[in-house]
């Protein structure tokens, strides 16, 4: 049965790749399985029909069959667990690839997001500055131990997992915060995932969605 994932009609990140549908469409692509799209407006986000799938009025949300799930960590590891290629065959390894999926949105993400809202939406206030410096600063620690932890390492736990796209995906969705090219292992670690074949395809694939809204005329800016 093909699944489908729900993504903005007009992305507010422009088409580049930082909307949280990207890791759910990368994951779908690195294991081959084909899916559907159903485009959503910031309007419909906050309708009935969407919140009785994403009760938060966000985007994805994942629909199979009967099964709908939200929230981009719990989809992701739908599907590792369900095809074969983002787990490990051995226990042991599945369970850390998900340690890694639940670090990655539960101790990495958090301060890196705040950095996001606070140089879009923070950075009138009066003190935006002080307050930036304190988020940069509690960010870089998890970012420190990450960095330490994988080393020269091609990924964190031996082949490339679910771990992995998720803790890329995360670290591909903060680069322009410049923090990530504090450690050159992490650069180069986000570097290699965005290379691959299924990256590329999830990263392509979004842009065109952008593109057309764009020549719709439809607005990427949420309502404040």
């Known amino acids: 049965m093909t699944p489908t994932i729900t993504a903005f009609e007009a992305s507010p990140d422009r088409g580049r790749g930082m909307a949280r549908d990207m890791r759910v469409r990368w994951a779908l692509e690195e294991v081959g399985q ?5 485009l959503v407006s910031f ?3 906050k309708q009935p029909a969407h919140l009785a799938v994403q009760p938060f009025g966000q985007i994805p949300s994942y629909e ?11 989809i992701v ?5 369900t095809h074969k ?19 990655a949105l539960n101790t990495v993400e958090p301060p890196l997001v705040d950095i996001q ?22 960010a870089r620690k998890p970012l420190g131990f990450l960095s330490k932890r994988l080393g020269e390492a091609e990924w964190l736990d031996g082949e490339f997992s679910a771990g992995d796209l998720m803790m890329a995906g995360v670290l591909f969705r903060s680069k322009p915060s410049g ?3 504090e450690h050159k292992n992490l ?29 719709k005329g439809l607005s990427s800016a949420p309502p404040r």
């Open 187 to 215: 650069a180069a670690y986000v570097a290699r995932a965005e290379a691959r074949p299924a990256f590329r395809r999830a990263f392509a694939d979004q842009l065109e969605v952008f593109k057309a809204a764009e020549a």
């Open 117 to 138: 809202f606070a140089t879009l939406f923070e950075r009138d206030k009066p003190w935006a500055a002080e307050r930036l410096a304190m988020i940069q600063e509690r």
């Open 85 to 103: 290629g983002l787990l490990p065959e051995n226990e042991a390894g599945r369970a850390r690839a998900i340690s890694w999926i639940f670090a």
């Open 179 to 181: 923090l990530i090219d």
């Open 43 to 45: 309007a419909e986000m």
């Open 77 to 81: 590891l739908r599907i590792a667990e």
């Open 64 to 74: 199979e069959g009967d099964l709908a799930i939200f929230e981009t960590g719990a």
């Open 34 to 38: 084909p899916y559907d799209v159903r």
